[in-house]
């Protein structure tokens, strides 16, 4: 819009210049060396006016000239993105189906058109877990760690498979990363909790509770049970510990947070 209104003005003060030198035609007369040119105003307008437009014309041209391998390389980069995308789904299509083969093949190549982008990294790493690769799927799932993506779902995965091997300092740190990735998940929340009563981190558990549960969207009523549960996890290990008297303290505080527990 701005570059027509451009062009009218443009062409708005031509036509009031040449209606004033249609008006006031004049005489120009040059003196160069040995020679003298008499020519009108009208004239050396025209002249400058056509120079001008050959000049414009001239630096359009060259500039699309130039600016052809540019375009080109954008062409052929939205291409392979579009192709892409079009081979992403045919992975995640390929997944749903349970037809691994088909996945893998689709995300080579996609990889090739988009390379080791966070999507890919985790369409490989689902298709390892099916593959039963589990060094490859570790193996990808912390090059997820390094992306804002997949940081969250990477973390919670490796943070699972820690657990599960007893390795129970890594779990936590992953279950805290986990949190920090994506504070308004309750679920992250709750596996940071159970990690900390796991490994007798009692006070740890409830800070948890009481700060990340908060920013993940925790009722009262959910907080309040977590905490009772905490509690009741403690003065049992007390209790094993033949800690009877502090374990008894701490059972019946639990029981504030869990009203229903006494009816059963």
Known sequence: MSNLLLFLL????????????????GEVVIHWGDWR????????????LAASLAFIITYSILAKILNLPSAWSQNRSL??????????????????????????????????????SPMTLLLFAQISRHQGDEGRTQHLLEEMLEHKETEYLAARML??????QEMLPRALALAQRAQSASPHDGDAVVALVSLNVKMQQWQKALDAVNSAGRKAGMSSGERSHLRGVILLAEALSLAEDEHDETALAIAKKSLKYLPDFCAH
């Open 37 to 48: 040119i008499d020519t009108s105003l009208a004239l050396i307008f025209g002249a400058v």
């Open 79 to 116: 291409k392979s993105y579009k192709n892409g995308l079009t081979e992403l789904t045919w992975t995640v299509a390929s997944l749903a189906a349970s037809d691994i083969a088909t996945a893998e093949r689709h995300a080579k190549k996609a990889q090739k058109l988009l390379g080791n």
């Open 159 to 164: 943070s699972e498979s820690a657990h599960k």
């Open 10 to 25: 443009l062409l708005a003060c031509l036509g009031i210049s040449a209606s004033w030198i249609a008006e006031n035609p």
